[in-house]
């Protein structure tokens, strides 16, 4: 596979976009200003896999963080499901959030309480969405996540893979505009790791869904339809249906 620039041709419909975008952290007790993020341009495409990946530091999670809005970027902006981000009071962004965005993390975050079905349910019904209106989109979910016959199962009952894709049918059931995975396999070993990870490809082939995946792992990057890498806080390669050696070759390129 082929390395290409961001410059070339913007896609048809994006779900993110990130124009300019700086952040900076203050290092603790010196006053020192420590850039994460070096004037990022980036067009996240709508109804495909994004990976981003590079080295410890290079601040992929941090860009994950400011497109995701759980973050302010330092200077510049970002958009999602066509809203500006920036400008946003607190409460509006929280809600924008909960209406749009969906999260993966590597920690499942499943209440030990609840079913499956019931921690799937959960943010939806705290956003006081009608679990009738999601029938479909429920029934969907699960089946494209092989989930049916778990769903009355608590999260002790429940593999660290089976767990990961109820966290996954979490973020997926109220159908928002992009999905953001920090690490999801990071604790899980690599049966169950591919497993996810096949189940995200499937929720973009056949729910039409968009998901943009933080990963250090070359595996994971390989499920994606693009991979963004990072090194120093800027953006040094961008590849398409990459291989695990065509991806290797460009972090390679990249450190040298």
């Known amino acids: 596979m082929t390395t290409t620039s961001l410059t070339t041709t913007t896609p048809t419909s994006t779900a993110a976009t990130a124009r300019g975008l700086t952040k900076t952290f203050e290092s603790t007790g010196r006053g020192v200003e420590v850039p994460a993020l070096r004037g990022i341009d980036l067009d996240i495409p709508a ?5 981003i990946m590079g080295p410890s530091g290079s601040g992929k999670s941090t860009l994950m963080h400011c497109l995701a809005g759980l973050d302010q970027p330092t200077a510049g902006a970002v958009t999602v499901a066509g809203q500006r981000l920036d400008g946003l009071a607190d409460d509006d962004l929280t809600r924008f959030r909960r209406d749009h965005v969906g999260f993966v993390f ?14 799937i349910w959960l943010p939806t019904e705290l956003a006081g969405a009608r679990r009738p209106d999601l029938g479909d989109r429920f029934d969907q979910v699960v089946d494209t996540l092989g989930l049916r016959d778990r769903l009355t199962h608590r999260p002790a009952e429940l593999s660290g893979g089976q767990q990961q894709r109820v966290a996954v049918a979490r973020a997926l059931v109220s159908r928002p505009a992009i ?16 497993e996810v990870l096949a189940f995200l490809r499937r929720s973009v082939r056949e729910l039409g869904q968009t998901v943009v995946m933080v990963t250090h792992e070359l595996e994971a990057a390989a499920y994606a339809d693009d991979v963004v890498i990072l090194t120093d806080g800027r953006i040094t390669a961008r590849l398409t249906e990459p ?3 065509a991806l290797v070759a460009a972090l390679k390129a990249r450190a040298a």
């Open 47 to 51: 109804g495909r896999f994004t990976a």
């Open 106 to 119: 590597q920690s499942f975050n499943l209440l030990p309480m609840l079913t499956a079905e019931q921690n």
């Open 179 to 194: 999905v953001f995975a920090d690490e999801p396999t990071g604790n899980l070993d690599s049966a169950a790791s591919a």
């Open 243 to 245: 291989s695990p050696d």
